[in-house]
C-alpha cells in the first residue's frame, strides 16, 4: 500500500491543524493505521493509532485530549486533528499501515511496513 501524507505547516501555540494520509490500497479497512512524529535529533515516536476496522483507537499520553485520530473507509484516508497545540509537538509526522501488527507491538515503529513520506508540522511559541 502507498501512502501520501499532507497537511503540515506552520502554527502558532494553542492553534490547530489536520493531517490527512491517503492510502492506494483498496483493502484499506483491513490496515491497522498508525501516526508516528519525529522531531529533530530524536527518534520516531508513536502518536495515535485506528486498528484494523476502525475497531479501536489509541494515544500516546502526550497528545491524549487534544490529537483525534479518525478514519474515512470510503475515501482510503485517515485524519489527524490536533488542536491546542503545542512547541513540543513540532515534528515530521509519519502515517503507517500495516495488516500484521497485533496489539502488543501497535505502538512501535518496527511493527509497520508501509509509510508515507511525512509533512512537517511547526509550532511557534
Known amino acids: 500500500v502507498q501512502l501520501q501524507a499532507y497537511g503540515g505547516g506552520l502554527v502558532q501555540a494553542g492553534g490547530s491543524l489536520r493531517l490527512s494520509c491517503a492510502a492506494s490500497?483498496?483493502?484499506?479497512?483491513?490496515?491497522?493505521l498508525a501516526w508516528f512524529r519525529q522531531a529533530p535529533g530524536k527518534e520516531r515516536e508513536f502518536v495515535a493509532v485506528?486498528?484494523?476496522?476502525?475497531?479501536?483507537?489509541h494515544y500516546a499520553d502526550s497528545v491524549k485530549e487534544r490529537f483525534t485520530l479518525s478514519r474515512d473507509n470510503a475515501k482510503n484516508t485517515i485524519y489527524l486533528q490536533m488542536n491546542n497545540l503545542k512547541p513540543e509537538d513540532t515534528a515530521a509526522y509519519y502515517c503507517?499501515?500495516?495488516?500484521?501488527?497485533?496489539?502488543?507491538?501497535?505502538?512501535?515503529?518496527?511493527?509497520?511496513?508501509?509509510w508515507g513520506q511525512g509533512t512537517l508540522v511547526t509550532v511557534s511559541s
Open positions: 503507517a499501515a500495516s495488516r500484521t501488527v497485533i496489539s502488543s507491538t501497535l505502538r512501535s515503529r518496527f511493527a509497520y511496513h508501509h
Open positions: 485506528s486498528r484494523a476496522r476502525g475497531s479501536a483507537t
Open positions: 490500497e483498496p483493502t484499506f479497512a483491513t490496515y491497522t
